[in-house]
């Protein structure tokens, strides 16, 4: 027996697929959505081969089109009956320091973090007030407690704009919703494959979605995952002074 739909974004590689893996193990039938629909296929095939009674329903989706995420999360909600959770999770990790000629870079990564958000949070909810239930999972950043420089700056831009969405839609109050919102760090993802594998803090993606789920799965309002060593970094993030904030990211 289920113990419930998810559909998550973002679901071809990384921390999507990592998730839908580990989500899958829970006994929760999975909407998948991702561009690229081949390395799904595979997964899917994965998740039936070690939970053959799971339900996985596969979407082509590019979350800087619009229309097509308002088609998407309804199809998949005709399909399932219900969609009880979505994970924002789609990303893009493109960027470069302001004025050195990278507007190109840094608008597809806000097009795609920000505002692709918005179009699913903005599915999501259609959904989830129709139901009257649901819990929508913002996957954000540690970067967004703080600004960041050079090429992080529009990513941790996006990423506190996301967290500021989630705030406003518990500050709203509706009825059976719950919302979390997960701040990763260091985690080992296609997004950052290119970043050294010394790398301070960094985690393979397995351990670190399993931080992720376990917070999900327990609807915490705001998590930093893995706790150690990010719940006590995020508390200084938000105290230091930039100066010295530059030496902790």
Avoid at 135 to 147: D, E, F, N, T, W
């Amino acid at each position: 027996m289920s113990k419930g739909t998810i559909l998550i974004t973002g679901a071809s590689a990384g921390l999507g697929a990592e998730m839908a893996r580990q989500f899958a193990t829970l006994g929760y039938d999975l909407g998948l959505c991702a561009r690229r629909t081949e390395k799904m296929v595979a997964l899917k095939d994965e998740i039936a081969a070690a939970h053959p009674d799971r339900r996985v329903v596969l979407k082509a989706l590019d979350v800087t089109d619009d229309e097509a995420v308002f088609r998407v999360f309804k199809e998949l909600a005709a399909e399932f009956g219900t969609v009880d959770r979505v994970i924002v999770n789609a990303g893009l990790g493109k960027g470069a320091a302001l004025g050195k000629g990278r507007f190109d870079a840094n608008r597809q990564t806000a097009m795609t973090n920000f505002v692709g958000a918005l179009a699913q949070s903005e599915a999501a909810m259609e959904i989830f007030r129709e139901q009257g239930r649901g819990h929508l999972v913002m996957i954000s950043s540690m970067s967004a407690l703080r600004g960041m420089r050079k090429a992080m700056t529009v990513y941790a831009a996006t990423k506190a704009g996301v967290a500021a969405i989630a705030e406003g839609l518990r500050s709203e109050r509706v009825p059976g919703l719950d919302v979390s919102v997960v701040y990763p760090g260091y985690i080992r993802s296609e997004m950052n494959e290119h970043v050294a594998q010394k790398t301070r803090f960094m985690v393979d993606t397995e351990t670190g979605v399993r931080s992720m789920v376990a917070a999900i799965e327990k609807r915490r309002v705001r998590a930093y995952v893995p706790a150690w060593p990010w719940v006590p970094i995020g508390f200084l993030m938000k105290r230091l002074p930039l100066s010295v904030v530059r030496k902790l990211t």
